[in-house]
Protein backbone atom coordinates (compact mmCIF):
# COMPACT_ATOMS: atom_id res chain seq x y z
CA UNK A 1 0.00 0.00 0.00
CA UNK A 2 1.42 3.09 -0.98
CA UNK A 3 1.44 6.02 1.89
CA UNK A 4 -0.10 9.07 0.74
CA UNK A 5 1.89 12.15 1.14
CA UNK A 6 -0.27 15.26 3.14
CA UNK A 7 1.04 18.14 2.09
CA UNK A 8 1.90 20.58 5.29
CA UNK A 9 -0.11 24.04 4.17
CA UNK A 10 1.62 26.85 5.46
CA UNK A 11 -0.58 28.73 8.20
CA UNK A 12 -0.48 32.60 7.57
CA UNK A 13 0.08 34.93 10.04
CA UNK A 14 -3.09 37.24 9.43
CA UNK A 15 -2.30 38.84 13.23
CA UNK A 16 0.70 40.20 12.05
CA UNK A 17 -1.05 41.56 8.81
CA UNK A 18 -2.74 43.73 11.33
CA UNK A 19 -2.50 47.27 11.49
CA UNK A 20 -0.12 48.81 13.95
CA UNK A 21 -2.57 50.65 15.35
CA UNK A 22 -5.30 47.60 16.16
CA UNK A 23 -2.09 45.41 17.20
CA UNK A 24 -0.66 48.40 19.77
CA UNK A 25 -4.79 49.12 20.90
CA UNK A 26 -4.54 44.53 21.47
CA UNK A 27 -1.03 45.12 23.62
CA UNK A 28 -2.98 47.52 25.78
CA UNK A 29 -4.46 45.11 27.46
CA UNK A 30 -1.68 43.80 28.28
CA UNK A 31 1.06 43.65 31.44
CA UNK A 32 4.41 45.84 30.24
CA UNK A 33 6.15 42.59 30.80
CA UNK A 34 3.57 40.28 28.89
CA UNK A 35 3.76 42.69 26.18
CA UNK A 36 7.81 42.54 26.02
CA UNK A 37 7.47 38.85 25.36
CA UNK A 38 5.66 39.24 22.29
CA UNK A 39 8.79 40.57 20.62
CA UNK A 40 9.71 36.72 19.74
CA UNK A 41 6.92 35.98 18.03
CA UNK A 42 8.18 37.65 14.75
CA UNK A 43 10.15 40.26 13.44
CA UNK A 44 7.01 42.32 13.04
CA UNK A 45 6.61 42.22 17.16
CA UNK A 46 10.29 42.81 18.23
CA UNK A 47 10.11 46.81 18.68
CA UNK A 48 5.91 46.88 18.73
CA UNK A 49 5.56 46.95 22.39
CA UNK A 50 7.47 50.30 22.93
CA UNK A 51 5.16 52.03 20.76
CA UNK A 52 2.54 50.76 23.48
CA UNK A 53 0.23 54.07 24.83
CA UNK A 54 0.24 52.12 28.49
CA UNK A 55 2.44 50.77 31.00
CA UNK A 56 1.62 48.56 33.41
CA UNK A 57 4.53 47.84 36.09
CA UNK A 58 3.57 44.87 38.80
CA UNK A 59 6.49 44.58 41.25
CA UNK A 60 4.85 41.08 42.20
CA UNK A 61 5.76 39.47 38.99
CA UNK A 62 9.43 39.41 39.76
CA UNK A 63 11.64 37.71 42.30
CA UNK A 64 13.52 41.04 44.02
CA UNK A 65 12.50 44.78 44.04
CA UNK A 66 15.67 44.87 42.73
CA UNK A 67 15.20 43.21 39.64
CA UNK A 68 11.61 45.00 39.70
CA UNK A 69 14.11 48.05 39.40
CA UNK A 70 16.43 47.49 36.74
CA UNK A 71 13.31 46.22 34.53
CA UNK A 72 11.08 49.82 35.13
CA UNK A 73 14.65 51.41 34.19
CA UNK A 74 15.35 49.61 31.08
CA UNK A 75 12.15 49.96 29.95
CA UNK A 76 11.75 53.74 30.41
CA UNK A 77 15.37 53.90 28.60
CA UNK A 78 14.13 52.21 25.14
CA UNK A 79 10.58 52.74 24.80
CA UNK A 80 9.84 54.92 22.14
CA UNK A 81 10.49 58.62 23.67
CA UNK A 82 7.76 60.38 20.76
CA UNK A 83 5.00 58.06 22.07
CA UNK A 84 3.09 59.74 24.69
CA UNK A 85 1.05 57.66 27.44
CA UNK A 86 -2.18 56.99 28.28
CA UNK A 87 -1.95 55.20 31.24
CA UNK A 88 -0.18 54.16 33.77
CA UNK A 89 -0.36 51.29 36.46
CA UNK A 90 1.80 50.91 38.65
CA UNK A 91 1.51 48.56 41.68
CA UNK A 92 4.95 47.04 44.07
CA UNK A 93 5.22 46.66 47.85
CA UNK A 94 8.34 46.73 49.80
CA UNK A 95 10.00 49.72 48.22
CA UNK A 96 12.88 51.02 50.16
CA UNK A 97 13.49 53.97 48.55
CA UNK A 98 11.28 56.46 47.10
CA UNK A 99 13.67 57.10 43.98
CA UNK A 100 12.05 54.65 41.83
CA UNK A 101 8.79 56.24 42.60
CA UNK A 102 10.38 59.19 41.80
CA UNK A 103 11.77 58.27 38.17
CA UNK A 104 8.26 56.20 37.06
CA UNK A 105 6.37 59.69 38.07
CA UNK A 106 8.44 61.96 36.38
CA UNK A 107 8.81 59.89 33.29
CA UNK A 108 4.30 59.86 33.03
CA UNK A 109 4.14 63.19 33.56
CA UNK A 110 6.55 64.43 30.91
CA UNK A 111 4.70 61.63 28.83
CA UNK A 112 1.52 63.98 29.46
CA UNK A 113 0.13 60.95 31.05
CA UNK A 114 -3.93 60.85 31.20
CA UNK A 115 -4.75 58.00 33.46
CA UNK A 116 -2.47 57.39 36.60
CA UNK A 117 -3.18 54.35 39.07
CA UNK A 118 -0.39 53.82 41.92
CA UNK A 119 -0.67 51.75 44.82
CA UNK A 120 2.36 51.05 47.00
CA UNK A 121 4.84 50.92 49.75
CA UNK A 122 7.27 52.91 50.42
CA UNK A 123 8.69 55.28 52.70
CA UNK A 124 7.53 58.58 50.85
CA UNK A 125 7.23 61.89 53.66
CA UNK A 126 6.18 63.75 50.51
CA UNK A 127 3.36 64.34 47.68
CA UNK A 128 5.12 63.90 45.04
CA UNK A 129 6.13 67.31 43.60
CA UNK A 130 5.63 66.42 39.64
CA UNK A 131 2.23 65.40 40.41
CA UNK A 132 1.47 69.15 41.06
CA UNK A 133 1.14 70.17 37.91
CA UNK A 134 -0.04 67.22 35.72
CA UNK A 135 -1.97 69.42 33.44
CA UNK A 136 -2.73 66.35 31.12
CA UNK A 137 -4.46 64.25 34.05
CA UNK A 138 -7.98 63.08 34.00
CA UNK A 139 -8.08 60.38 36.93
CA UNK A 140 -5.57 59.83 39.61
CA UNK A 141 -5.91 56.93 41.92
CA UNK A 142 -3.23 57.01 44.41
CA UNK A 143 -2.19 55.17 47.71
CA UNK A 144 1.03 54.98 49.65
CA UNK A 145 1.58 52.82 51.88
CA UNK A 146 4.35 52.95 55.09
CA UNK A 147 5.65 49.27 54.90
CA UNK A 148 6.39 49.38 58.85
CA UNK A 149 3.90 52.13 60.47
CA UNK A 150 0.66 51.44 59.89
CA UNK A 151 -1.31 54.35 59.07
CA UNK A 152 1.00 56.86 58.34
CA UNK A 153 -0.51 59.76 56.14
CA UNK A 154 1.17 61.34 53.45
CA UNK A 155 0.25 65.69 53.33
CA UNK A 156 -2.08 66.21 50.53
CA UNK A 157 -1.05 69.78 49.05
CA UNK A 158 -3.13 72.76 49.62
CA UNK A 159 -3.72 73.13 46.17
CA UNK A 160 -3.71 71.15 42.66
CA UNK A 161 -3.31 72.27 39.30
CA UNK A 162 -4.76 69.83 37.20
CA UNK A 163 -7.60 71.15 35.03
CA UNK A 164 -8.59 68.27 33.07
CA UNK A 165 -8.70 66.03 36.12
CA UNK A 166 -12.52 64.55 36.26
CA UNK A 167 -11.55 61.35 38.62
CA UNK A 168 -10.02 61.14 42.49
CA UNK A 169 -8.99 58.38 44.53
CA UNK A 170 -7.27 59.00 47.72
CA UNK A 171 -6.40 56.81 50.00
CA UNK A 172 -3.95 57.39 53.20
CA UNK A 173 -3.77 61.41 53.41
CA UNK A 174 -4.12 63.80 55.49
CA UNK A 175 -5.24 67.47 54.90
CA UNK A 176 -3.83 70.09 56.96
CA UNK A 177 -6.15 73.47 57.69
CA UNK A 178 -4.91 77.11 56.41
CA UNK A 179 -4.57 80.09 58.83
CA UNK A 180 -8.61 80.35 59.17
CA UNK A 181 -8.81 76.98 60.51
CA UNK A 182 -10.21 75.23 57.38
CA UNK A 183 -8.92 73.39 54.67
CA UNK A 184 -10.20 73.58 51.26
CA UNK A 185 -8.33 71.39 48.77
CA UNK A 186 -10.59 70.16 45.94
CA UNK A 187 -11.34 74.50 44.86
CA UNK A 188 -8.48 74.39 42.48
CA UNK A 189 -9.95 71.09 40.43
CA UNK A 190 -12.73 72.62 38.31
CA UNK A 191 -13.57 69.84 36.22
CA UNK A 192 -13.64 67.26 39.29
CA UNK A 193 -16.74 64.84 39.09
CA UNK A 194 -16.18 62.03 41.14
CA UNK A 195 -14.16 61.97 44.74
CA UNK A 196 -13.19 59.24 46.74
CA UNK A 197 -11.60 59.37 50.29
CA UNK A 198 -10.35 56.05 51.84
CA UNK A 199 -8.98 56.15 55.61
CA UNK A 200 -8.26 60.05 54.91
CA UNK A 201 -7.91 62.60 57.97
CA UNK A 202 -7.86 65.77 58.80
CA UNK A 203 -5.19 67.93 60.43
CA UNK A 204 -5.28 70.94 62.76
CA UNK A 205 -8.77 71.63 61.79
CA UNK A 206 -13.05 71.47 62.44
CA UNK A 207 -13.78 70.92 58.91
CA UNK A 208 -13.20 69.51 55.53
CA UNK A 209 -14.80 71.81 53.00
CA UNK A 210 -15.49 70.21 49.25
CA UNK A 211 -15.83 72.89 46.64
CA UNK A 212 -16.68 71.75 43.66
CA UNK A 213 -19.29 72.72 41.39
CA UNK A 214 -19.34 69.95 38.90
CA UNK A 215 -19.10 66.84 41.80
CA UNK A 216 -21.50 64.61 40.92
CA UNK A 217 -20.48 61.49 43.11
CA UNK A 218 -18.46 61.15 46.60
CA UNK A 219 -17.39 58.09 48.68
CA UNK A 220 -15.80 58.54 52.37
CA UNK A 221 -14.73 55.43 54.03
CA UNK A 222 -13.60 56.11 57.80
CA UNK A 223 -12.17 53.39 60.34
CA UNK A 224 -11.03 53.36 64.03
CA UNK A 225 -9.63 56.37 64.32
CA UNK A 226 -8.86 58.80 67.58
CA UNK A 227 -12.31 60.69 68.38
CA UNK A 228 -9.38 63.89 67.58
CA UNK A 229 -8.39 63.05 64.42
CA UNK A 230 -12.49 63.17 63.05
CA UNK A 231 -13.88 66.53 61.21
CA UNK A 232 -16.78 68.22 60.27
CA UNK A 233 -17.27 68.56 56.53
CA UNK A 234 -18.69 71.03 54.47
CA UNK A 235 -19.83 70.42 51.27
CA UNK A 236 -20.17 72.98 48.21
CA UNK A 237 -21.38 71.03 45.26
CA UNK A 238 -24.60 71.43 43.46
CA UNK A 239 -24.40 69.14 41.39
CA UNK A 240 -23.71 65.86 43.60
CA UNK A 241 -26.34 63.25 42.41
CA UNK A 242 -24.50 60.23 44.79
CA UNK A 243 -23.08 60.07 48.33
CA UNK A 244 -21.78 56.52 49.77
CA UNK A 245 -20.55 56.71 53.06
CA UNK A 246 -18.86 53.42 55.43
CA UNK A 247 -17.29 53.65 58.74
CA UNK A 248 -18.35 54.64 61.77
CA UNK A 249 -20.07 58.08 61.87
CA UNK A 250 -19.24 60.30 64.57
CA UNK A 251 -20.92 63.86 66.02
CA UNK A 252 -18.49 65.66 64.12
CA UNK A 253 -19.00 64.69 60.43
CA UNK A 254 -21.65 67.33 59.66
CA UNK A 255 -23.19 68.47 56.44
CA UNK A 256 -22.85 72.00 58.02
CA UNK A 257 -23.79 75.08 55.88
CA UNK A 258 -24.25 72.85 52.86
CA UNK A 259 -27.21 72.41 50.42
CA UNK A 260 -27.84 68.60 49.57
CA UNK A 261 -31.24 68.79 48.43
CA UNK A 262 -29.14 67.48 44.24
CA UNK A 263 -28.55 64.17 45.53
CA UNK A 264 -30.98 61.11 44.51
CA UNK A 265 -29.39 58.03 45.58
CA UNK A 266 -26.93 57.71 48.85
CA UNK A 267 -25.47 54.44 50.49
CA UNK A 268 -24.96 54.10 53.94
CA UNK A 269 -22.79 51.18 55.84
CA UNK A 270 -21.81 51.26 59.65
CA UNK A 271 -18.79 48.36 59.70
CA UNK A 272 -18.65 48.27 63.52
CA UNK A 273 -21.93 48.09 65.74
CA UNK A 274 -21.45 51.46 68.48
CA UNK A 275 -23.96 51.82 71.44
CA UNK A 276 -22.89 55.14 71.70
CA UNK A 277 -25.60 58.15 72.10
CA UNK A 278 -23.29 60.17 70.09
CA UNK A 279 -23.53 57.46 67.00
CA UNK A 280 -27.12 57.22 67.41
CA UNK A 281 -27.76 60.94 67.00
CA UNK A 282 -25.58 61.00 63.77
CA UNK A 283 -27.84 59.54 61.49
CA UNK A 284 -30.56 61.59 62.15
CA UNK A 285 -28.91 64.13 61.04
CA UNK A 286 -27.30 63.18 58.01
CA UNK A 287 -30.87 61.71 57.02
CA UNK A 288 -32.71 65.19 57.50
CA UNK A 289 -29.87 66.62 55.12
CA UNK A 290 -30.49 64.10 52.75
CA UNK A 291 -33.92 63.78 52.50
CA UNK A 292 -34.53 64.78 49.00
CA UNK A 293 -32.88 61.33 48.18
CA UNK A 294 -34.38 58.78 46.16
CA UNK A 295 -32.46 55.62 46.41
CA UNK A 296 -31.43 54.57 50.18
CA UNK A 297 -29.17 51.48 50.66
CA UNK A 298 -28.30 50.75 54.25
CA UNK A 299 -27.03 48.55 56.73
CA UNK A 300 -28.20 46.60 59.14
CA UNK A 301 -26.16 47.87 61.58
CA UNK A 302 -27.26 51.13 60.69
CA UNK A 303 -31.13 50.83 61.11
CA UNK A 304 -29.81 49.26 64.43
CA UNK A 305 -28.29 52.23 65.00
CA UNK A 306 -31.26 54.61 64.16
CA UNK A 307 -33.29 52.29 66.58
CA UNK A 308 -31.36 53.71 69.44
CA UNK A 309 -32.59 57.23 68.85
CA UNK A 310 -34.95 58.26 71.18
CA UNK A 311 -38.02 59.27 69.76
CA UNK A 312 -37.09 58.26 66.28
CA UNK A 313 -40.74 59.02 64.47
CA UNK A 314 -39.89 62.56 65.60
CA UNK A 315 -36.64 62.87 64.86
CA UNK A 316 -36.95 60.87 61.22
CA UNK A 317 -37.40 63.70 58.50
CA UNK A 318 -40.39 62.30 55.47
CA UNK A 319 -38.80 60.64 53.55
CA UNK A 320 -41.31 61.77 50.42
CA UNK A 321 -39.07 61.14 47.64
CA UNK A 322 -37.86 57.58 48.28
CA UNK A 323 -38.31 55.01 45.36
CA UNK A 324 -36.12 52.61 46.30
CA UNK A 325 -34.85 50.66 49.66
CA UNK A 326 -31.67 48.13 49.84
CA UNK A 327 -31.11 46.62 53.44
CA UNK A 328 -28.00 45.20 53.42
CA UNK A 329 -27.15 42.27 56.02
CA UNK A 330 -23.57 40.89 56.68
CA UNK A 331 -23.09 37.27 58.41
CA UNK A 332 -22.01 39.03 61.14
CA UNK A 333 -24.10 41.86 61.68
CA UNK A 334 -27.27 42.79 64.12
CA UNK A 335 -31.03 41.55 63.39
CA UNK A 336 -33.03 44.45 61.73
CA UNK A 337 -34.67 45.72 64.18
CA UNK A 338 -38.35 45.51 64.59
CA UNK A 339 -40.51 48.25 62.93
CA UNK A 340 -37.68 50.23 61.32
CA UNK A 341 -37.80 49.79 57.97
CA UNK A 342 -41.73 51.12 58.24
CA UNK A 343 -40.61 54.22 60.26
CA UNK A 344 -37.81 54.99 57.11
CA UNK A 345 -40.89 54.20 54.25
CA UNK A 346 -43.46 55.84 55.76
CA UNK A 347 -44.28 58.05 53.98
CA UNK A 348 -42.64 57.01 50.75
CA UNK A 349 -44.30 56.52 47.23
CA UNK A 350 -44.48 52.83 47.24
CA UNK A 351 -40.52 51.76 47.72
CA UNK A 352 -38.94 48.64 46.89
CA UNK A 353 -37.19 47.16 49.63
CA UNK A 354 -34.04 45.01 48.26
CA UNK A 355 -31.25 42.68 50.14
CA UNK A 356 -28.93 41.84 48.20
CA UNK A 357 -31.18 41.60 45.12
CA UNK A 358 -33.71 43.88 44.08
CA UNK A 359 -37.25 42.72 45.26
CA UNK A 360 -40.59 43.68 44.00
CA UNK A 361 -43.43 44.59 45.93
CA UNK A 362 -44.24 46.99 48.82
CA UNK A 363 -42.31 46.63 52.20
CA UNK A 364 -44.82 46.67 55.34
CA UNK A 365 -42.68 46.05 58.28
CA UNK A 366 -38.91 45.00 58.90
CA UNK A 367 -40.46 41.10 58.98
CA UNK A 368 -41.81 41.72 55.61
CA UNK A 369 -40.72 38.25 53.71
CA UNK A 370 -38.39 40.55 51.56
CA UNK A 371 -36.01 41.54 54.01
CA UNK A 372 -33.30 39.10 54.80
CA UNK A 373 -32.76 38.40 58.54
Known sequence: MKRKMVKRRKIKDRISDLPDALLLHILSFLNTKQAIHTCILSPRWKNLWKYVPTLTLIGSQFTTIKIF?????????????STNLYSLRFRSSNIKKPNLVETILNYAVSHKVQLLDVYIECDIQHFPTCLLWCRSLTSLDLCFNHPTAYGTTILFPSSLNMPLLTRLY??????????????????????????????CKVVGAQNLCISSTKLVSLYIKMSHYAPETYFGMEL?????????????????????????SSIKQVSIDIIEFWKSK????????WLIELA???????????LKVLSLVPNLLVELPSLCNLKSLKVEKRQ?????????????????????????????GDVSSASHPNVAH
Open 236 to 260: YAPSLCTFNFSGIPVQKLCWAKSNL
Open 292 to 302: NMESLTISSTA
Open 170 to 199: LRHFAFKAGNDGRVDPFSALTNLKSLTMVY
Open 69 to 81: TKFVSRILSIRNI
Open 332 to 360: ISPMIPDGIVDILIQNSPSPKCMSGVVVE
Open 278 to 285: ETSLVLPK
